[in-house]
């Protein structure tokens, strides 16, 4: 039967200081490679407080067969590149040839382009709005500030009550 200690600490807690990095040094410099290897492999590969080269599970053990030189090492690949053919396409590019369809999303609703507002503004705003010109109707979208409705000639023409420059023909699309 284990013995009870009077002054024990739930389990998983500890109960001494850390260690400091002197003590951690010290502990390393006794492991041997293979050890600090196993260690490695053991990290964890998401812990941003480990270094990236020590987060990688892969390890070359394969000597260097020279110095890195790193311009001819691009001049190589670029040339390499080049000598290689471009791989033929199946079905040669025809611009302005269309093949296949449109992929249309078939959870995307029709849009129906007519539709009718039944708003009840009272007899007298309504009377007013129905005998208003197109030209009147462009001041109000102006001065309410609906600036999409109309284009920036319309609404600076409306803001300053200068109506001798703008087309009447032109309507609400300002075309």
């Not at 067969?65 to 025809?94: C, F, W």
């Not at 995307?108 to 208003?132: C, P, S």
């Not at 001041?139 to 609404?155: C, F, K, P, V």
Request: hydrophobic share 30%; aromatic share 4%; net charge negative.
């Amino acid at each position: 039967m284990k013995e009870i200690m009077p002054n024990s600490t739930a389990p998983g807690k500890v109960t001494e200081a850390p260690l400091t990095d002197e003590e951690i040094d010290d502990l390393l410099t006794k492991l041997t490679s293979e050890e600090i290897e196993k260690l490695l492999e053991e990290t964890d590969p998401d812990d941003g407080h480990v270094p990236a080269s020590a987060r990688c599970t892969y390890h070359c053990d394969k000597v260097p067969t020279g110095p890195l030189n790193r311009k001819s090492l691009l001049n190589y690949i670029y040339e390499q590149a080049k000598k290689m053919p471009d791989k033929q396409d199946h079905v040669p590019h025809v611009p302005g040839v269309i093949r296949g369809k449109k992929w249309i999303d078939p959870n995307q609703e029709e849009k129906t382009e007519d539709f009718e507002l039944d708003i009840d503004l009272g007899d007298e705003i309504e009377m007013a709005l129905n005998d208003a010109s197109t030209q009147d109707m462009i001041d109000l979208a102006g001065i309410m500030g609906l600036h999409s409705m109309i284009n920036q000639e319309q609404y600076h023409a409306a803001v300053s009550n200068k109506h001798e420059d703008i087309d009447t023909e032109v309507g609400w699309d300002g075309i």
